[in-house]
């Protein structure tokens, strides 16, 4: 398994790659990827937070619209 990834196509791993070695881009595109087409919450968060760690702003408040809605997610569960 290669950071919360079973299985990853030869695209995903390279983004995996460029991702740790702190390419925000990267880890946003896996955020995205995991959060909208795997529906894989805690890979997302993993990927949201590496983007925001090595990024700027934008990756920031991505990151924590991510933790908002998901907050919210988990309220409306309730």
């Known amino acids: 398994m290669i950071d919360g990834v079973k299985k990853a196509s030869s695209e995903q791993k390279m983004l995996i790659e460029q991702a740790d070695r702190g390419d925000a881009k ?3 595109a896996l955020g ?3 959060f909208l087409v795997e529906n894989d919450y805690e890979a997302a968060k993993h990927w949201f937070r590496k983007a925001a760690e090595h990024g700027g702003a934008k990756e920031k408040e991505v990151y924590q619209s991510y933790l908002d809605s998901m907050k919210e997610f988990d309220e409306s569960d309730n």
Do not use: G, L, N, Y
């Open 26 to 28: 990267a880890a946003s």
């Open 32 to 34: 995205e990827h995991f």
